[in-house]
C-alpha cells in the first residue's frame, strides 16, 4: 500500500494483443499515503521533474529536488506548502528558472514568504534565480516574477491564457498540465498531467539499418514531437562495421522503420476538496479516462459528517469519482492522522467503491 510509482501499462490500441509501454514519466509520492502532500514525476530520459504541491519534501535528494522546473501548488494550506523554503535555500545561487501555478493568491503568498527574508548581498551572488508564480483557475489571472538579484522584488508579468473551466496551463512537446478550480473553503486546483505520446524504439530495426543508439534518440523524440518534417535529416552514430562514423538519415525513414508512437499516460492529482456536486462533475471531467490517478482520502465514509464539515474526501468519495471517470488505477492519500493503524479501511472502501483494488 501506500506510494506507487507506475512502471507501466497496457496500450489498449496496440497491436496483436496490446503493447506493454513504459511511460516516459515516474510518479510517485514523496510522503506515501499519511505524511504532507507532495507528488514527484520525473522524467525518465531528461533531468528534469514537476513537483504537484509543497508539503515537507525532505525526503526527496538535493539532486531530485535541483531537477523541478514546474512546482504545481494545490492551496497554500501549511501541509501543502511548507516545503517553499526548502526549494528556495537549495537553489539558492544557481542560474535557474522555477514556474509556480497556484490558485488566486498564491503570489501574494509567495511574495510574503520571500519577504521574511534579507536579500541585502544577493546582487552580488554569480547565478540568478528567477522564481515566475502564475495564478490560475479564475478569470483574474494574475502572474508576477521574483528574481533573486533584484533582492525578489515583485515585478508583474503576463499571465497565462484561457481562463476556462478546465484549462491548459502548461503546454509543452511532450506533456501538458491542465487544472480545474474546487472548492474547499478556500480556492483550490487540481491537476491532470498528460504525456502527448510514447515514442519507443525498435532497436533490432535500429541495428538493421546500421545505426547505434544514444543520446541522439532524444534529439529523434524531440523532432517527432515538434512536427518536424520527414525530410528533416538526423544525424545518428553509424555501428563500428560502417564505414562512415555518423549518418544523416531522413526523419521519415526513421519513423516509419524504426519508431512506434503510442498513447502517453494520463496522471490526475486531486486533493482537500469538498464533495460538492459542482466538484464532483469537475473532478470526474479532468479525470477521464485517466491512467492513475492520486486522490486524497481523509476520512472513513463513516466519519462523512466530519469529512463534509472540514470540506475533505472520504475513501469512498475517492473510489466513487475514480470510477465515474473510468481511471484505471486509484491511489489514496493524504488519510487523517487518527486511522493510524487502521488505515484498512480506507483501502477497503476505496476499493469497494472503485470496483477494484486501490493502492
Partial sequence: MGGHVLFGMQDPEGAEGGVFVRPDILPRLVNGPTGDPALYAEFKYERRALLFDLGDVHGLSARSLLKVTHIFVSHTHVDHFIGF???LRLHLGREKDLALYGPPGLIGNVAGKLAGYSWNLVEKYPYDLRIRVYEVGSYAARAALFACKSGFRRQEIAPVDDPSSVQVIVDEPSFRVRSVLLEHDIPC???????KGHINVDKVKLEGLGLRVGPWIQRLKDAVRNGRGDETLIEAPADEGQRERTRAVPLGVLKNEVLRITRGQKIVYVTDAAFTPENREKIIELAR??????????????????????????AYHAGYLARSALVDRLVIFH???????????LYEEASRAFGKSVQ
Fill in 85 to 87: 523554503d526548502h526549494i
Fill in 189 to 195: 486546483l487540481c491537476f491532470s498531467l498528460e504525456e
Fill in 289 to 314: 479516462g485517466a491512467d492513475i490517478m492520486y486522490c486524497e482520502a481523509a476520512f472513513s465514509q463513516r466519519d462523512e459528517k466530519r469529512a463534509l464539515t472540514r470540506k475533505h474526501l472520504t
Fill in 335 to 345: 488519510f487523517s492522522p487518527q486511522y493510524h493503524g487502521t488505515q484498512e479501511i
